[in-house]
């Protein structure tokens, strides 16, 4: 376990950053052109920026990301 000590600018600068990768996977999620096989490559590490994002945005910010299981799950 590694621990970070980080100020309020560079908290909000971290959840900047990993929400915008989120949203870059989801929209290309959306893509069929995409092969299935990248697309659960995109998926992996969508829930692993997730689990980042978790531990520094609100709870409310939060629920806007958590992967729908249908969607994210599927193909």
Excluded: T, W
């Excluded at 990248?38 to 829930?47: A, C, D, G, T």
């Amino acid at each position: 376990m590694l621990g970070v000590l980080i100020n309020e600018k560079e908290l909000k600068e971290l959840e900047y950053l990993i929400k915008r990768e989120m949203d870059e996977i989801l929209f290309d999620l959306k893509d069929d052109r995409i092969d299935h096989v990248v697309k659960r490559s995109m998926k992996e590490r969508y829930q692993i920026l997730f689990s980042l994002f978790k531990r520094v945005a609100s709870p409310k910010e939060c629920l806007k990301y958590m992967p729908a299981k249908k969607s994210m799950y599927k193909g």
